[in-house]
């Protein structure tokens, strides 16, 4: 430890593969002698690199359930193999359709309104300054810490048929009261705008925060030209904040498959009739699991979100690199 | 020279905006606080037409379940947040270092769960049958402790600072251990503040892994106990299924306004600590790009 070089912060001095000095010393002692070299900062990542073993990277071999039927009493192991018969169901039941339909459509609904608000919030929140803009940061970002449970308690006061918020206001307007948790339709436009109401003031923190990191000297060159606030934000803030826009966008695309289970579970009351427009992969999921116990729908499904995420992000990536090699994730 | 204005258009349009966000807030709370007898005849209203604390004296009045609650919910809170951001830290800070040799293999192996994972049914399966975390403290403290978020967040905050200090530091002769607690950590405070608060919630909030691991009564945090209330009331109320009997026991569960009430109680705390870490925000929350 003490002979190799004491201070080397470029990543210069860790060798290429196929470096001829590298060729020279023998591959393994070298790669011992690096190892070597940073094992204090190795040792500081160790319990992080230990728990993702147990916790994320043990489960990925439960995705063989998909493929096996399983029984408690055989365990993962010896469960016997059944091919792609899990997957079956997918493809007969109309439910299927149902939940994957609205899995997707939800998600790209709230991808694209929340990036949109966002930003857009975001951009009016930097025009200010002062104590106002603090206050609207701090109740644009309130509802992010509630739970889904509590949400739910607060849908409730506005859905409720009886005592509803919301069917007073239509009584009052004259229109005609609705069962809102055993309709369909409005599903389509509560849920998302509960998605917004709660997620918003998160993303647009992240914006901010990401505007608040450009250099002060391009808004006062731009000034010097005479640009107004309008092309300052459209042709400097907008273009740098891209790389973050991109970022978010592909990780959200990632989830695609993966819908807010809180959000479709506690927002909707878990009733039968709204299903057809509020039941999502993983209320499905979660309701074969605990009624109906059926382990291995439920695993294939999970093997097909996974899948389907990683395909996503990848191909989303890969597209944004052939456009613009320094905006990709990775 | 100011680049920043305070235009009265925009102000008006934040105004408005704000005014949509609190607005379902003051009716839970108006709920709550309205009489009983006044929610039957007028409905849920944004200023309670009969004033009443009579939903927080029967919250109160056999706090026993509810102590419990918070008894559960308040130690996740502190073990878990303690923990998650000495891992996260801890994670972050190698991964943010450009001399770091395994700098990439190990940002891949932290990102890749964020994009693949095992899936509800292997993870259930993991934490009961070879784990054995069910029913307890552990099955929601653990699954939240490392999350790939907030180790981006804080790789993106490490990123700014500069490679210098520890360079320096390094030729002072302190070795890693000593640079990361002593220099590193005392530099993250806004970082860890705003991870730590985002963390204290999520563990405030939890009710997934309470809804998967825990049926025994001795470990039902707050926000599982506002689930089953809910849902037991509302199936109750509206299934055709429930019978007469069930009917007759839903007079002695907890009424519309003492319903708010708890879901006040259980919420409020950590709603008032909030604005005090507002400060650390926006410094705090830097997303950086992946690449190392």
């Not at chain 1, 409730?156 to 005592?163: Q, S, T, V």
């Not at chain 1, 973050?244 to 909707?268: M, S, W």
């Not at chain 2, 299934?239 to 069930?246: E, G, I, K, T, Y």
Request: hydrophobic letters at 50%; one cysteine or more; a positive charge.
């Amino acid at each position: 430890m003490a002979k190799t070089q004491p201070v080397k912060l470029s990543a210069a001095d860790s060798p290429v593969p196929g470096d001829p000095k590298a060729r020279q010393t023998g591959w393994i002692r070298n790669e011992i002698r690096l190892l070597r070299k940073n094992r204090e900062l190795l040792i500081l990542a160790l319990p992080g690199i230990l728990f993702k073993l147990v916790i994320a990277y043990l489960p990925m071999i439960g995705l063989i359930l998909a493929f096996k039927n399983f029984r408690y009493d055989r365990g993962i192991f010896g469960s016997e193999w059944v091919g792609f018969r899990n997957f079956e169901f997918l493809f007969k039941a109309e439910d299927a359709y149902r939940i994957i339909r609205n899995t997707l459509l939800y998600n790209f609904a709230y991808i694209i309104t929340g990036t949109i608000a966002a930003l857009l919030l975001a951009l009016l929140l930097n025009e200010l300054s002062g104590r106002l803009m603090k206050i609207y940061q701090t109740v644009l970002f309130l509802p992010f810490f509630l739970s889904m449970v509590l949400v739910g308690y607060i849908g409730n006061a506005f859905l409720d048929f009886e005592n509803g918020f919301a069917n007073k206001v239509l009584a009052f307007l004259g229109f005609p009261e609705h069962n809102w948790y055993l309709e369909t339709t409005p599903w389509m436009y509560i849920l998302p705008l509960i998605a917004l109401w709660k997620g918003v003031g998160f993303s647009t923190l992240v914006y901010y925060a990401g505007m608040t990191g450009i250099s002060t000297e391009y808004y006062e060159a731009a000034k010097l030209d005479g640009a107004t606030r309008i092309q300052m934000m459209a042709r400097i803030t907008l273009p740098l904040l891209k790389p973050l826009v991109i970022i978010l966008f592909i990780l959200g695309l990632g989830n695609i498959f993966r819908g807010d289970f809180g959000l479709h579970y506690f927002i909707p009351n878990n009733v039968g009739p709204n299903f057809p427009t509020t039941d999502i992969i993983d209320t499905y999921v979660y309701r074969a699991l605990t009624k109906l116990g059926d382990i291995n729908s439920a695993a294939a499904v999970g093997f097909l979100q996974s899948f389907v995420g990683l395909v996503t992000v990848v191909s989303a990536n890969y597209i944004v690199r052939r456009i613009d090699r320094d905006n990709a994730l990775f | 020279m100011t680049l920043k204005s305070n235009n009265w258009f925009i102000n008006a349009f934040f105004i408005v905006v704000c005014l949509l966000i609190v607005a379902p807030f003051i009716l839970v709370v108006s709920i709550s606080l309205s009489s009983e007898d006044s929610l039957f005849e007028y409905g849920y209203q944004f200023i309670p037409r009969v004033w009443s604390g009579e939903a927080y004296r029967i919250v109160f009045e056999k706090p026993d379940t509810i102590l419990r609650g918070y008894g559960v919910t308040i130690m996740i809170t502190i073990i878990g947040t303690f923990l998650s951001l000495m891992l996260t830290a801890l994670m972050a800070y190698p991964i943010s270092r450009r001399d770091f040799r395994y700098n990439r293999p190990l940002t891949f192996y932290v990102f890749f769960t964020m994009l693949f994972n095992g899936g509800l049914i292997p993870f259930y399966i993991l934490m009961t049958q070879y784990l054995h975390l069910k029913n307890s403290l552990a099955a929601l403290i653990i699954p939240a402790l490392m999350s790939p978020f907030n180790i981006m967040i804080m790789k993106g905050f490490l990123d700014k600072i500069s490679p210098e200090i520890v360079e320096s530091a390094k030729i002072d002769g302190a070795r890693e251990f000593r640079i990361f607690f002593r220099i590193i950590l005392p530099l993250s405070t806004p970082a860890l503040a705003t991870l730590g608060l985002f963390i204290a919630f999520g563990y405030w909030n939890e009710w997934y892994n309470a809804l998967l691991f825990i049926d025994n009564d001795k470990y039902i945090p707050l926000q599982l106990l506002l689930v089953r209330i809910l849902s037991q009331a509302e199936f109750l109320a509206n299934s055709p299924m429930a019978q007469v009997s069930d009917k007759l026991q839903f007079a002695q569960f907890p009424t519309l306004s003492v319903r708010m009430a708890m879901a006040i109680v259980a919420s409020g705390p950590m709603l008032l600590v909030f604005p005090f870490f507002q400060k650390y925000f926006v410094k705090g929350i830097t997303v950086g790009s992946l690449k190392g």
